[in-house]
Structure formats: structure tokens, C-alpha cells
């Protein structure tokens, strides 16, 4: 007699969608056909349809869809006077500020291609991403201009366009300029030649502005990811990647539609940042596309400040990270906030710990719905059924469209209830790897599955769950952090013989850095690598541990092992 696991073993290896039978009902194994063939149209034509409704508030500035628009197209006109060609990178190194979205929307109208680079990045991150990418153009908060200054002459970049936290806000904006100058002294000395200001590029009042004409398959953005090599690596997402991803999210979505009575227009709060493929695709675009209010929130560190915000409106969507909702839970002026117009928590970026979901949910009556994604894949792949009550501690069923098979290092389908690698199929995975083929053959297989890295298993129900990464990437607040680079970081250190990175349980980010390290030379200190490290990575990179040996364990072939020191 054939058993129930066995016959669903057999089922999956014959290609069946088993997690089909465990979607909400009323939800199609298939997303429909693209309704547009660019981001850039999807933006446009949401301008349009919503245009008098709040787009992007921050800081108490709100700016309408019209406004978005308009905006949008004198960034969009200033860009093309310079002689940008369809294609062509613009790098965008903001927090999450009005600034982001108007560029983005203008970059992709224009046919560029938006590059994502994190503000808190070194020179030499910054370098290398500028560099890898070809940006041809930047457009940067002062804050972090000292770091472009550093670096701007190994790059390609021409056209630099500066902004301030106060460009968008008024009369109020010159107060919040001087407090972050002066006061807060946030604004580190810069000079960079033949810059243009935010307002300048915003004031352009030359020729009118011309969208392209951009099909599905032409990437839309570069996001940078770790690699193996230390080095991180542009995963090209096309416009159909990104589109396909946003009406995946918006027929799951349908399930919470059909059980709940959800506002119109929904209102978002944007506390990741939309540098993050997170915010990019849940916020921004899903956002957009609804024609949803997002509330962006420049700094959600500061737990007071970011509480406070929150008090000011009635939201319905927060994603977030599972160090996130911790830190909010433990602030005693939000435990004190009113939760009844919250309708959908996202937990993404790194696992929601039980202990935390079962607080949310105490507290805020609504349930952490957890779900899964890289950069390469747009980024969402999985997702628990928002109509579910329970917190089911899996990263939930593929999306419509999406096929998750679990392998073993050949390539071969693993039984259900075996581990092997969660390997990922669908329109929203990358079209590869930017100017990398051979990256991007390692992690495509011949049928057209994206090799994840994570390993796990699927149940008979379909639900998968993460039990271990198969790389030795680290995962700090939801940021990959590959042990490769910090390792090479310190290497290049004359007084380090060998170094080795691993990641060690931590209570605020989930994992932190810990570093092993072989002096060469005796007199060098804990404070000396950490004073060497913070040079050349951004925070959530630098070791927060250090620990000296006289040597590190080996391989056979004197591969150092860094699961040993795991363990």
C-alpha cells in the first residue's frame, strides 16, 4: 500500500504543483498577462488614474501622484539634455526621502537604468559598484558625498546631482538643512566639481521630456548582491521581472481582499529602505500600482522618532524585519499605539523568530505573515497566505507562476520532508548576473531554475522552511554579508597573517560578524583591526567580535574551515 508521503513524494517528482491544493480559494495557479511592458508606463499610468491622491509623505511633506509626475518629468527632461542613451545606469544614493522616488520614476520613464547603492557604503564598496555598474550618472544626499569625492575619478560618472534632506519640504526645509549641517553636523566636508543641486535639476526648463518606449525584457534595475569572490555582483532585473513580481504580490493580495475589508487608498509605511529589493518592489512599486500612500521613514534606527511618526497615521501595511518588530515591541510609547487600522505585517529580509510573532500579534492584533526572496528574484518567491490567522514559522507557498523544487548537489528533485537546495523558477528571476556569465551559470540551471543557496525542505502541504544556508553568508538585520570580503578586508592589513569570518547569534540584528585573526605582527590590537575594518566596510559589515589564535583550522589542501569555528 502506498503511503500519503510517498504518493506525494511521487507526486512531486512528476512535475505536480502540490502546493496548489494549500492556496486561499479563489486564487490562480497563474498570474494573467502583463498589463504593461515597462515600469515606467506602470508609474506613468498610475500618475494618472490616482492623481489626486497622496503618493510619498516624509518628514510632513506629502507630494499627490500629479506632483510625482510632474517632478518626475523635469528630472526625467534635465537627464535627457545631457545625452543619456536608453540603457544607460543612473545611481541613486538616497535614504529613503521624496528625492528616491521621483528620480526612479523619471530614470525608468527615460529608458536608464536605476542602480541601487546603499548610502552608508565606503569608498571602496561605492567604487566597485560604480565602477561594475558603468553609472554614468549619480544622484547622491550630501551626507555621503565626501564618499563620491573619494572615488568619482575611477569611475564613469559625468553628472553628479546633489540633494538635501530639505529640497522637498519648503520654508521648513531650511531649518532642516541647518539642523543637519550645523547642529546634527551630519554633513561631512565635500567638493565635487561641476555638481549640479537637486533644485537645479528639478527647475530645468529646457527641452520637454520624451519617454521611451521600453519593452519587458529590457532591465530595469542593477541590484547588488554579495558574491562569492568577496566582490558584490549586479542582478539585472528586467521590467518584466519587476512587473511580474508586483502582480504576483497583488493576487496573493486578493485573499486578504475577499476576507477583509481593506481601506482605499491602503496607506504603506516605508521604513525599509527602497535601496533594499524589499521596499523596492512591496513599498514603491506594489504601492504605485495600487495607488497606495507610502509613509517613508528616513531613519526607522531611531526607534522614538520612527514611533512617533507612526502615531501620526492610520496605516494598514508595515513590512518589516524580524529585528525590527523586536525593537519596536520593546519601545513602551509603541506598545501604547493604536493598532486597529493595521491590516497585513510583512516579515522578509531574515526569519521572524516565533517568540517575536506571537508578541506582534499580542500586542498589535495582526499576524506577521512571513514571507521569502532574493535580489535575484525581484524579490519575493514565497509567501504565507494572508487569510490565515496562525503564524506558521515556514517561509510560506511559491507565489502564481513561481515553481520551488528542492535539489541535492546534482541537480536532482529530493523527495518531500528531504533537505536539499530551494531552487526557484518564475518571471521574477533575474535574466542574470550584470556582465557576469559565468556567475550567472553557476546559479541557473538548464531548465531554468535559480539556485538560491539556502537550503530547506518542502512539506506534503507545500509549505517550505529554511533549515540552513548552503553558502557561508551571513545575515545581519536582513543585509547578506558574504565572510569573503571582510576576510580579504583584513588580510590587506600588514599586521594580519590570515583572518576568518563567520557569523555568531545576535540578539538586535539576528547574526553579527565575528573575526578569527593570525597576527604577523605580535604588538597589533583588537583596536587596530577594528579601527581598520571601519575604513573599509559599511557597519552592519565590521566584525563586532574579534578573537586572536595561533592558527586557523584546515583542510587537506589548506582551505580554512570556517565551519570549525562555528562549531
Given at each position: 500500500?502506498?503511503?500519503?508521503?510517498?504518493?506525494?513524494?511521487?507526486?512531486?517528482?512528476?512535475?505536480?504543483?502540490?502546493?496548489?491544493?494549500?492556496?486561499?480559494?479563489?486564487?490562480?495557479?497563474?498570474?494573467?498577462?502583463?498589463?504593461?511592458?515597462?515600469?515606467?508606463?506602470?508609474?506613468?499610468?498610475?500618475?494618472?488614474?490616482?492623481?489626486?491622491?497622496?503618493?510619498?509623505?516624509?518628514?510632513?511633506?506629502?507630494?499627490?501622484?500629479?506632483?510625482?509626475?510632474?517632478?518626475?518629468?523635469?528630472?526625467?527632461?534635465?537627464?535627457?539634455?545631457?545625452?543619456?542613451?536608453?540603457?544607460?545606469?543612473?545611481?541613486?544614493?538616497?535614504?529613503?526621502?521624496?528625492?528616491?522616488?521621483?528620480?526612479?520614476?523619471?530614470?525608468?520613464?527615460?529608458?536608464?537604468?536605476?542602480?541601487?547603492?546603499?548610502?552608508?557604503?565606503?569608498?571602496?564598496?561605492?567604487?566597485?559598484?560604480?565602477?561594475?555598474?558603468?553609472?554614468?550618472?549619480?544622484?547622491?544626499?550630501?551626507?555621503?558625498?565626501?564618499?563620491?569625492?573619494?572615488?568619482?575619478?575611477?569611475?564613469?560618472?559625468?553628472?553628479?546631482?546633489?540633494?538635501?534632506?530639505?529640497?522637498?519640504?519648503?520654508?521648513?526645509?531650511?531649518?532642516?538643512?541647518?539642523?543637519?549641517?550645523?547642529?546634527?553636523?551630519?554633513?561631512?566636508?565635500?567638493?565635487?566639481?561641476?555638481?549640479?543641486?537637486?533644485?537645479?535639476?528639478?527647475?530645468?526648463?529646457?527641452?520637454?521630456?520624451?519617454?521611451?518606449?521600453?519593452?519587458?525584457?529590457?532591465?530595469?534595475?542593477?541590484?547588488?548582491?554579495?558574491?562569492?569572490?568577496?566582490?558584490?555582483?549586479?542582478?539585472?532585473?528586467?521590467?518584466?521581472?519587476?512587473?511580474?513580481?508586483?502582480?504576483?504580490?497583488?493576487?496573493?493580495?486578493?485573499?486578504?481582499?475577499?476576507?477583509?475589508?481593506?481601506?482605499?487608498?491602503?496607506?504603506?509605511?516605508?521604513?525599509?529602505?527602497?535601496?533594499?529589493?524589499?521596499?523596492?518592489?512591496?513599498?514603491?512599486?506594489?504601492?504605485?500600482?495600487?495607488?497606495?500612500?507610502?509613509?517613508?521613514?528616513?531613519?526607522?534606527?531611531?526607534?522614538?522618532?520612527?514611533?512617533?511618526?507612526?502615531?501620526?497615521?492610520?496605516?494598514?501595511?508595515?513590512?518589516?524585519?524580524?529585528?525590527?518588530?523586536?525593537?519596536?515591541?520593546?519601545?513602551?510609547?509603541?506598545?501604547?499605539?493604536?493598532?486597529?487600522?493595521?491590516?497585513?505585517?510583512?516579515?522578509?529580509?531574515?526569519?521572524?523568530?516565533?517568540?517575536?510573532?506571537?508578541?506582534?500579534?499580542?500586542?498589535?492584533?495582526?499576524?506577521?505573515?512571513?514571507?521569502?526572496?532574493?535580489?535575484?528574484?525581484?524579490?519575493?518567491?514565497?509567501?504565507?497566505?494572508?487569510?490565515?490567522?496562525?503564524?506558521?514559522?515556514?517561509?510560506?507557498?511559491?507565489?502564481?507562476?513561481?515553481?520551488?523544487?528542492?535539489?541535492?548537489?546534482?541537480?536532482?528533485?529530493?523527495?518531500?520532508?528531504?533537505?536539499?537546495?530551494?531552487?526557484?523558477?518564475?518571471?521574477?528571476?533575474?535574466?542574470?548576473?550584470?556582465?557576469?556569465?559565468?556567475?550567472?551559470?553557476?546559479?541557473?540551471?538548464d531548465d531554468g531554475f535559480f539556485r538560491s543557496g539556502d537550503l530547506g525542505f518542502m512539506d506534503e502541504h507545500g509549505f517550505t522552511r529554511i533549515v540552513d544556508r548552503k553558502k557561508d553568508m551571513v545575515l545581519v538585520s536582513g543585509f547578506n554579508v558574504f565572510p569573503t570580503e571582510i576576510e580579504e578586508v583584513a588580510a590587506s592589513h600588514e599586521g594580519i597573517l590570515e583572518a576568518a569570518a563567520i557569523g555568531v547569534p545576535d540578539e538586535q540584528s539576528g547574526e553579527r560578524i565575528k573575526l578569527f585573526v593570525v597576527k604577523s605582527d605580535p604588538d597589533l590590537t583588537e583596536a587596530d583591526v577594528t579601527a581598520w575594518c571601519k575604513d573599509r566596510l559599511t557597519n552592519y559589515k565590521r566584525p563586532k567580535d574579534i578573537e586572536f589564535r595561533d592558527e586557523l583550522p584546515k583542510s587537506n589542501i589548506g582551505k580554512i574551515l570556517r565551519r570549525e569555528l562555528r562549531d
Amino acid at each position: 500500500m502506498t503511503t500519503v508521503s510517498e504518493s506525494e513524494s511521487a507526486a512531486k517528482g512528476s512535475g505536480e504543483k502540490i502546493w496548489l491544493k494549500s492556496y486561499p480559494p479563489g486564487t490562480p495557479a497563474e498570474i494573467p498577462p502583463l498589463e504593461y511592458s515597462s515600469v515606467g508606463e506602470l508609474i506613468k499610468s498610475a500618475c494618472q488614474k490616482y492623481a489626486d491622491r497622496s503618493a510619498f509623505t516624509c518628514m510632513g511633506k506629502t507630494i499627490t501622484y500629479r506632483e510625482l509626475d510632474g517632478h518626475a518629468q523635469k528630472i526625467g527632461a534635465w537627464l535627457q539634455s545631457l545625452g543619456l542613451e536608453k540603457g544607460d545606469r543612473v545611481a541613486l544614493m538616497m535614504p529613503n526621502i521624496l528625492q528616491y522616488p521621483i528620480v526612479a520614476a523619471a530614470v525608468l520613464q527615460a529608458g536608464y537604468v536605476v542602480v541601487n547603492v546603499n548610502p552608508l557604503y565606503t569608498p571602496r564598496e561605492l567604487q566597485h559598484q560604480l565602477k561594475d555598474s558603468g553609472a554614468k550618472a549619480i544622484f547622491i544626499l550630501e551626507n555621503f558625498a565626501t564618499t563620491l569625492q573619494h572615488v568619482i575619478g575611477n569611475t564613469d560618472v559625468k553628472h553628479v546631482c546633489v540633494a538635501t534632506m530639505g529640497d522637498m519640504l519648503g520654508i521648513k526645509g531650511h531649518i532642516v538643512n541647518f539642523v543637519v549641517r550645523r547642529v546634527r553636523k551630519m554633513v561631512p566636508e565635500w567638493s565635487l566639481p561641476g555638481h549640479v543641486s537637486f533644485k537645479q535639476a528639478l527647475g530645468y526648463s529646457g527641452s520637454a521630456f520624451q519617454p521611451a518606449k521600453c519593452e519587458a525584457d529590457d532591465p530595469a534595475f542593477l541590484q547588488y548582491t554579495g558574491g562569492t569572490t568577496g566582490l558584490s555582483k549586479g542582478a539585472t532585473l528586467s521590467n518584466g521581472n519587476v512587473l511580474s513580481n508586483a502582480e504576483q504580490n497583488d493576487v496573493w493580495l486578493d485573499s486578504l481582499r475577499r476576507t477583509t475589508q481593506l481601506p482605499e487608498p491602503l496607506i504603506y509605511i516605508c521604513c525599509l529602505p527602497l535601496y533594499h529589493i524589499f521596499a523596492l518592489t512591496v513599498n514603491a512599486i506594489m504601492g504605485m500600482k495600487l495607488g497606495a500612500h507610502n509613509i517613508l521613514i528616513p531613519n526607522p534606527r531611531d526607534i522614538p522618532g520612527f514611533v512617533k511618526e507612526l502615531g501620526q497615521y492610520e496605516y494598514n501595511v508595515l513590512p518589516g524585519l524580524n529585528t525590527l518588530f523586536n525593537a519596536l515591541l520593546a519601545n513602551e510609547d509603541f506598545q501604547k499605539l493604536n493598532f486597529s487600522s493595521l491590516k497585513l505585517t510583512l516579515g522578509g529580509g531574515m526569519a521572524v523568530q516565533r517568540p517575536v510573532a506571537e508578541r506582534w500579534m499580542e500586542l498589535t492584533g495582526c499576524k506577521i505573515s512571513e514571507g521569502y526572496g532574493l535580489s535575484e528574484t525581484s524579490p519575493v518567491a514565497t509567501a504565507n497566505r494572508f487569510d490565515d490567522p496562525e503564524f506558521s514559522g515556514s517561509i510560506g507557498l511559491p507565489l502564481p507562476s513561481t515553481d520551488i523544487d528542492i535539489r541535492d548537489e546534482n541537480g536532482t528533485s529530493m523527495p518531500i520532508g528531504e533537505i536539499g537546495e530551494i531552487c526557484i523558477r518564475g518571471p521574477q528571476v533575474m535574466s542574470g548576473y550584470w556582465n557576469q556569465p559565468e556567475e550567472t551559470a553557476r546559479v541557473m540551471s538548464d531548465d531554468g531554475f535559480f539556485r538560491s543557496g539556502d537550503l530547506g525542505f518542502m512539506d506534503e502541504h507545500g509549505f517550505t522552511r529554511i533549515v540552513d544556508r548552503k553558502k557561508d553568508m551571513v545575515l545581519v538585520s536582513g543585509f547578506n554579508v558574504f565572510p569573503t570580503e571582510i576576510e580579504e578586508v583584513a588580510a590587506s592589513h600588514e599586521g594580519i597573517l590570515e583572518a576568518a569570518a563567520i557569523g555568531v547569534p545576535d540578539e538586535q540584528s539576528g547574526e553579527r560578524i565575528k573575526l578569527f585573526v593570525v597576527k604577523s605582527d605580535p604588538d597589533l590590537t583588537e583596536a587596530d583591526v577594528t579601527a581598520w575594518c571601519k575604513d573599509r566596510l559599511t557597519n552592519y559589515k565590521r566584525p563586532k567580535d574579534i578573537e586572536f589564535r595561533d592558527e586557523l583550522p584546515k583542510s587537506n589542501i589548506g582551505k580554512i574551515l570556517r565551519r570549525e569555528l562555528r562549531d
